[in-house]
């Protein structure tokens, strides 16, 4: 063939394809799979219904001239046994998704569809790349047929825009490379939100709960409810729901004890590594219990974080926090306890993800007298596994010592706790401090209660200036009643940390949102005013994934003396927050919700209802949640 016929013969290919990707409704809903080696054409394929999570299943190819040919994205001719042999450099005619595409569905695969015939041992990952600003995507490339298709190994962030790149390593039958390196890009769909569901058929029967992600969106929910053979006791359950289906998984017990339970916490690492913690206790005893998953198993028995000290016998764990990250596993509380003149103590411990709890953790404060306490423990741990460690000191006669911190570096021993400079905490119950970690420091962020007015203050933690004096990052004319949720208030994902938290201004509580960025160490000029304005909300939690798009959720007062759930998206693309829409049903009390936003955009929101006076025959239900992906 010359290459006045080798022309030709792209012309009437490019020519019968674009025609079958013009008869397609949409290509890139769907997962791309690759048949066996027969010719496909006719029309593109038909859309089965969706799940209602914004997913939707494979789905097969048209006719073809040799009958049912294999789901394929292109049209058109591509031949028996190949596409025939031209003496041209080979081209890529068509991508799939198309170039610039916009709304591309997360799970879909990518495929290339080339003007001739390739040598197979040049269609590698290493020469066909799908890069995620700058980073590849792990996966696995196969070919047949004339098409090349990645098949990325998790699910595509929603929002990201990825880049298709493919090198001039790629030869055809006769060796000769790509005519020139190819590149195009796509940005997927973002996400909507599913039906609302609980963890148990019967919400009435959940109590307290908490919930964590991993980097895909596989959600974890910890939750108490009445022990199985003592209905008079409560113990501790969990479910996985996995972003691929929303479903739930199995209901795990975690203690068998024989004690009740209560105040549990969960962790998640980014590879699905958790760990769950609660108090379990008769009353005069108390026990900090643990239970870890590694490599998608439950360990077989929960066991003792903390229960008799080495002074006195602990009483209650009355604040608690787990982090999981860099290999470890970290958790600290504060204890009370009878017997001894100081009443409480702060308590931190680390442990390698597989190791043994030690049997005395470290313990590096306590209250010297009855009128001071400990509260509000925080940690977080960073993937170096570099653990930071806070609470806040209540002193006597309503005024605060301020907040405290201390840091373990991995095969170092704690550090003492060292006050953050000027800092003032109100009541717990106010909520804060709020912490969390990246890979350069940590960041805290408070509630400072001084001469009747609330101002949030943020102090940043970096190796040479330690935590930083606190600044304001409210707006310092706005100083009516205020609000940080604890866990919820604060996210980060290593490039920015979000803080979100409600205020009074005039007769309403609005929701505030602001963003400290890691590359330049500064906080947006001014906070952006999330809620509407006019009505009153209370608690406001937030979540950002890996590219900085963010979730925020919060709960606002209705007519009848009733609660919704609202949400609101910010898109970093347009750095704007669109307009909150309800994420509950009116005509009840949905209250506390609690957000999870993984690092590929999928997020979980969880959350409560309850009783009031003016909805009496309402229920008290826990463990509801919905999924966003």
Known sequence: MNRAQHRSTL????????????????????KVTRGPDVAVGGDGPEHSGGSGTGDEPSVGGGGSRGGEGPDSPFGGETFMGGSPAVDGPPEVVEVDPKADAEDVNPNGAISLLFSEGLDPATVTTENIRILDEGREVEGEVSYDNGVATFEPASRLSLLATYEVNVSNA??????????????????????????????????????????????????????????????????????????????????????????GCNGVKVAVDADGNAVAIWQSGDGKQAYLRARRFVDGAWERTAQNVAQDGATATMTSANSSAVAIGGGQIAVAWTRYFYQTVGNYAAHYTSVPLKGAWPSMPASHISTSNSSEYLDSTQIALDAKGTVT??????????????????????????????????????????????????????????????????????????????????????????????????????????????????????????????????????????????????????????GVDAHGNAVAAYDQSATGNTLLILGARYAAASRKWADPAPLTDAGTYFTTPLLTVAGSGVASLLFSSSQNESMPAAKNMHGLYRIFK
Not at 425 to 434: A, E, F, I, K, R
Not at 532 to 541: I, K, M, S, Y
Request: with cysteine; net charge negative; proline share 5%.
């Open 11 to 30: 012309a009437a290919l490019a020519l019968v394809t674009t025609a079958a990707f013009a008869a397609c409704s949409s290509l890139d809903d769907r």
């Open 170 to 259: 790629v030869t055809d039958t006769g060796g000769q490379a790509l005519k020139e390196p190819f590149a195009a890009s796509f940005t997927v769909r973002d996400g909507t939100w599913g039906r609302q569901g609980s963890v148990n058929a019967d919400p009435t029967l959940v109590g307290s709960h908490a919930s964590a992600t991993d980097a895909q969106g596989n959600v974890l929910i910890a939750y108490t409810g009445k022990a199985p053979t003592n209905p008079s006791l409560t113990t501790v359950f969990a479910r996985w729901v996995r972003a691929s289906t929303t479903a739930l998984g199995e209901e795990i017990q975690l203690e068998d004890n024989g004690l």
């Open 389 to 542: 460690a806070m609470f806040t000191w209540h002193a006597s006669a309503g005024t605060y010592k301020g907040v405290y911190f201390a840091r373990r570096a991995p095969g170092m021993e704690w550090e003492y706790p060292t006050k953050i400079p000027s800092s003032n905490v109100p009541s717990s119950y106010l909520g804060g401090p709020v912490l969390a970690s990246d890979g350069e420091g940590a960041m805290a962020v408070w509630l400072d209660y001084i001469n009747y007015e609330y101002h949030l203050k943020a102090s940043r933690y970096t190796k040479a200036k330690q935590f930083s004096e606190p600044i304001e990052i409210g707006d310092p004319q706005v100083i009516g009643n205020a609000k940080l949720a604890s866990p919820g208030g604060l996210a980060t994902n290593g490039q920015s940390y979000w803080v979100t938290w409600t205020q009074a201004l005039g007769s309403s509580q609005n929701v505030y949102v602001k963003r400290f960025d890691v590359a330049s160490g500064t906080w947006d000029a001014e906070p952006t005013l999330v809620s509407d304005g006019v009505a009153n909300t209370d608690v406001a939690v937030i």
